[in-house]
């Protein structure tokens, strides 16, 4: 977009050319070389786990679920990089594939927090009133019982698929955004745009889906980024206690459950899960706060 300047010598104008609020933050995003380097991070295991099962069944024909029990566990050697459990299955390739179903589930769940989050902060704000003060005070009893009771409640009583371990992890993962939309929409309604549709008729419906929710975007994109590493742990530890992701198919969590019980005698069986989950909780934390910091108009130098 061109913005007509004014300039100092007669009046002449001149086209100063602006940008939108995404192309900024783009820009400033760019500058931080942290949260680029975590963004490659990312990515570049996303693809390791999308893509390395397969090639590595294709190269070494090992898969995630075929067992050498005459072998056992081994260490870490050319055949198999990450070593063996002590079911003799490769661990390189079982690391790969459980790294997919966490972060699979930590996407899901925090795309299910974030649009039912998002939906419940926009229309109680909209509404105001007594229907906010019940909506919000629902969410405040929700926050003062222990989280993973509930989400442990709910896997007990739906099953333990992977799609029901991420709808119960969303289902009790969006009271924060709940809040941060709330907060946005309070101060969004009384502006000039949201006045001016009301005047012209337009439903209640349209307001917050056309005009409230798209203007909160930025925040909501911040708090699903930064959600994710927490929707991952959370699957970790129901995986731990034996209530996440069931055998035979392998998760972060349920890799680092069974290295713990082996750890001072098959010390890789506990280091490469937990190396690929803290290298990729870092990287996850890190793009979220560069998000962050990138959304903020106010943080530009």
Not at 33 to 49: E, G, H, K, M
Not at 114 to 130: D, E, F, K, N
Request: with cysteine.
């Amino acid at each position: 977009m061109n913005v007509p300047a004014a300039s100092g010598d007669g009046g002449a104008t001149t086209l100063v050319a602006g940008s939108s609020l995404w192309a900024d933050a783009w820009r400033r995003l760019r500058r931080n070389r942290l949260a680029v380097a975590s963004a490659v991070t990312i990515l570049a295991l996303a693809c390791a786990c999308l893509a390395g099962p397969w090639l590595i069944a294709a190269t070494w024909g090992h898969d995630e679920q075929s067992q050498d029990l005459a072998s056992g566990p081994r260490p870490p050697s050319w055949e198999h990089p990450f070593g063996t459990d002590f079911y003799g299955r490769d661990l390189l390739v079982r690391v790969l594939a459980g790294g997919r179903v966490s972060l699979t589930v930590g996407l899901l769940a925090a795309l299910v927090a974030a649009t039912i989050g998002t939906l419940y902060g926009a229309v109680a704000s909209y509404a105001g009133g007594l229907i906010d003060a019940v909506m919000m005070r629902a969410v405040d009893v929700l926050y003062a019982l222990p989280y993973m009771f509930l989400v442990i409640i709910l896997v007990t009583i739906l099953g333990k698929s992977l799609l029901l371990v991420f709808l119960a992890l969303g289902a009790v993962g969006w009271l924060l955004t709940a809040r941060v939309v709330r907060g946005q929409v309070l101060s969004l309604k009384e502006r000039e745009f949201i006045l001016a549709a009301r005047s012209l008729g337009t439903p209640a419906h349209d307001i917050v889906l056309r005009h409230l929710i798209p203007n909160v975007i930025g925040p909501v994109i911040v708090t699903f980024t930064l959600s994710v590493p927490s929707m991952i742990l959370q699957e970790a530890f129901l995986s731990f206690l034996g209530l996440g992701i069931q055998a035979p198919r392998p998760s972060l969590g349920a890799l680092i459950s069974d290295g713990a019980g082996q750890m001072l005698v098959f010390w890789w069986t506990l280091v490469f899960p937990g190396g690929l989950m803290a290298v990729l909780l870092f990287a996850l934390n890190f793009l979220g706060d560069g998000l962050r910091d990138a959304l903020d108009p106010r943080l530009e130098r």
